[in-house]
């Protein structure tokens, strides 16, 4: 089945505690891009990516990296998560071949808490 | 960059009435217009999608209409359900710089009233 699949979907933490939100999608697709979702604030990009070991700022990626090693692999990393950073976070992919709309995949989501 | 505006950040109608959902983009050169739908607690995702070649486009009960002179495009929902109940995200893009990101609007809450 074809999915772009996060971990973990919960979690809570403390303020300065490294963690990683993971994300993989199995459709060989080249674009990759991680969003914050907070009421009446929509959907933002943090990071992108357009293949392996390209990886490009969104509009909000202050506190956050992201790496791209494999194609199917597109880590969000928290370096000293702060509670401003609370928020439901979405992984999606997207092919780039010609001709495609450029459809997005969304995860399912991970709703990070920091206290 | 591209910036998308989008109206109302909510709406009630009863069950069978039609819903509008108006969005406006900024970047005259945005030539991709897609409309995502997020139930509660899912994921995104994409329900219609609208080039700049086409001025509308009709899939069963939704409909998407642009206006590239006045840089705004619009979802209409006919004969609304309780499952169209939703969040609804407009989003920009422009293709032919050969980039792949999306500008999305703010949401629509859609609430459709039995």
């Known amino acids: 089945e074809a999915q772009v699949t996060q971990n973990p979907r919960y979690l809570i933490t403390v303020t300065g505690k490294k963690l990683t939100v993971t994300c993989s999608q199995n459709?060989?697709?080249?674009?990759m891009s991680w969003y914050r979702q907070d009421p009446g604030l929509g959907l933002r990009q943090i990071y992108y990516?357009?293949?392996?070991?390209?990886?490009d700022k969104g509009d909000v990626p202050e506190g956050y990296k992201v790496s791209r090693k494999e194609k199917r692999n597109f880590p969000l990393i928290l370096e000293s998560p702060s509670p401003n950073q609370t928020s439901l976070y979405f992984c999606?992919?997207?092919?780039?071949?010609?001709?495609?709309?450029?459809?997005?995949?969304f995860g399912e989501g991970s709703r990070l808490t920091v206290l | 960059g591209e910036n998308v505006e989008q109206h109302p950040s909510t709406l009630s109608v009863q069950e069978g009435d039609s819903a509008v959902i108006k969005c406006t983009y900024s970047?005259?050169?945005?030539?991709?217009f897609p409309w995502y739908k997020q139930e509660l607690g899912k994921r995104p995702q994409l329900i219609i999608d609208i080039r700049s070649n086409v001025g509308e486009k009709k899939d069963q009960r939704i409909a998407v209409t642009l206006n590239k002179t006045a840089k705004h495009f619009s979802l209409h929902i006919t004969e609304t359900q309780p499952e169209d109940s939703a969040v609804y995200f407009c989003?920009?893009?422009?293709?032919?710089?050969?980039?792949?990101?999306?500008?999305f609007g703010k949401g629509t809450k859609l609430s459709v009233i039995p």
């Open positions: 999606a992919s997207s092919p780039m071949t010609s001709g495609n709309t450029g459809e997005l995949f």
């Open positions: 990516s357009m293949n392996v070991e390209v990886t």
């Open positions: 970047d005259s050169a945005s030539n991709y």
């Open positions: 989003a920009a893009r422009n293709s032919g710089a050969g980039s792949y990101q999306l500008t």
């Open positions: 459709m060989n697709h080249e674009y």
